[in-house]
């Protein structure tokens, strides 16, 4: 992402917080994933989406109109010995030289120097509640410089809910964001055609998973926007199944839902195939149903539609479905009124995406549903699940859980699926593990 990104978009920040005021954003902490092994550290989503900086103990203050710089990062110093070990760190100078600050201090400098930038400020934004221990430092600076009211000095007497403003902006898309999410979902629909040609019964969910993050690695993607989940049969029946340890048999259907993360933005998507390469005849019926869904839904992705007309556009076309398959009775209306579907379809048709899978922004503004604007993405994902001993249904129907998802950007000129390279019709999906 380029410089100026990250620059505009601290300045639309600051444009809304107005004069005196002041920005404070750590990144996220290293987790420790046993003993003396760390997770693989992921910079916090809103820290990077004004910084573009990737390393751990870090803190963004933003002060506008500060004659000696608006933007100042706190930050680990250059330590070569440290960098032997652990890797390289870009330092003060580098905090300045290559993601622009206009000021960077040392960040274990940081009790000592914030409480002068909140001098003469009456505003903080801040994100209270991710981190109890760093909400108690704000308050703790805020109260420091509180207790000088008598030396004539003033502070802030206003908490303001950052995210509340950061989340906003990130539902919009700039173009180089929409270019390095259209590049990610490209990458994984690749990579899910990888897993149609190479699928045969006999192997295990955790080789689907291996060569799907293998393929993502190979093109550049280093790291996957969520844990895959692959599953085979009647696993495919649970939603976050994550467990991928069981064979695939000959017969089954297989679900696969995963998507990798490039340059902190994630893809998200999920085909479901034969094992065999064939469908069985209830299989094509389930799997027609909800690609009928999925394509209702997605053409109700539109500017000036509300987020939840793809949903109901989704759960019409299965309700009535099902009632002609006989797995639901009654009429299309009652159905509906009784939300019936839910007993094979029990979630929402699609998320936000963007730095996150399930990126951040409103679902409804002011008690109602958000109408959908150019720059939104979100993906659109119905589906059917019906696990084995399902009571009532006839056993053709059970072991068999179906999702398609695809990631939909939101344009003047309808939806834009940015992941369509995946193919998802019978006769494509068919023809492609036949080769």
């Keep these: 992402m380029n410089r100026n990104e990250f620059k505009r978009r601290r300045r639309q920040l600051m444009g809304m917080m107005g004069a005196g005021s002041v ?23 809103d820290f990077y989406y004004l910084t573009g900086f990737t390393e751990p103990d870090a803190v963004m203050v933003l002060v506008p109109g500060r004659s000696h710089g608006e933007y100042i990062l706190f930050c680990r110093e250059k330590d070569p010995t440290k960098e032997m070990w652990d890797g390289y760190r870009a330092g003060l100078q580098g905090a300045v030289d290559d993601y622009g600050a206009d000021d960077a201090f040392p960040i274990s400098d940081l009790d000592d120097i914030l409480p002068g930038l909140l001098e003469e400020r009456e505003r903080v934004f801040f994100a209270m509640g991710s981190d109890p221990a760093f909400d108690k430092r704000v308050s703790d600076w805020v109260s ?18 950052l ?29 899910h055609v990888n897993l ?19 393929h993502c690695q190979m093109k550049g993607a280093s790291e996957l926007a969520y ?19 069981q064979p695939l048999r000959d017969g ?3 679900l696969i839902d995963a998507g990798c993360e490039l340059d902190c933005y994630a893809s998200d998507i999920t085909r479901t195939f034969p094992v065999s390469g064939c469908f069985s005849d209830a299989q094509r019926s389930l799997y027609e149903l909800v690609l009928e869904a999925q394509l209702a839904a997605i053409d109700k992705v539109r500017v000036g539609n509300h987020w939840n007309d793809p949903h109901q556009a989704a759960v019409r076309v299965l309700t009535k479905g099902l009632l002609k398959l006989g797995l639901l009775r009654g009429t299309l209306a009652k159905a509906l009124k009784a939300k019936s579907y839910t007993k094979f379809y029990m979630h929402r048709t ?17 008690g109602h549903w958000r109408e959908l604007e150019p720059g939104m993405v979100l993906t659109v994902e119905p589906g059917l699940y019906i696990p084995r001993g399902t009571k ?44």
């Design 163 to 191: 995210d509340h403003y950061l989340h906003d902006m990130r539902l919009y898309k700039s173009r180089a964001e929409i270019a390095v999410m259209r590049r990610a979902a490209r990458l994984s629909a690749e990579s």
């Design 392 to 435: 009532g249904v006839a056993k053709k129907w059970q072991g068999i859980g179906i999702r398609i998802e695809d990631d939909v950007l939101v344009t003047r000129d309808g939806p834009d699926v940015l992941s369509r390279d995946a193919p998802k019709t019978v006769a494509q999906i068919e023809a492609l593990m036949a080769e």
């Design 144 to 161: 420091q410089v509180r207790s000088r009211a008598r030396a004539g000095v003033h502070g802030p007497i206003e908490f303001l809910a």
């Design 350 to 366: 699609g998320h936000w995406l963007g730095m996150d899978v399930h990126d951040v922004g409103d679902y409804k503004v002011d």
């Design 252 to 254: 089954d259907l297989v």
């Design 196 to 214: 149609m040609r190479h699928c045969r019964p006999g192997m295990h969910e955790y080789q689907l998973a291996s060569l799907f993050g293998h």
């Design 227 to 245: 844990p895959s989940i692959v599953g085979g049969g009647n696993n495919a029946c649970v939603l976050h199944y994550v467990e991928n340890n």
């Design 23 to 45: 920005a404070i954003l750590p990144t996220g902490v290293e987790a420790v994933r046993n003993r003396d092994v760390h997770h693989p550290f992921r910079a916090d989503s």
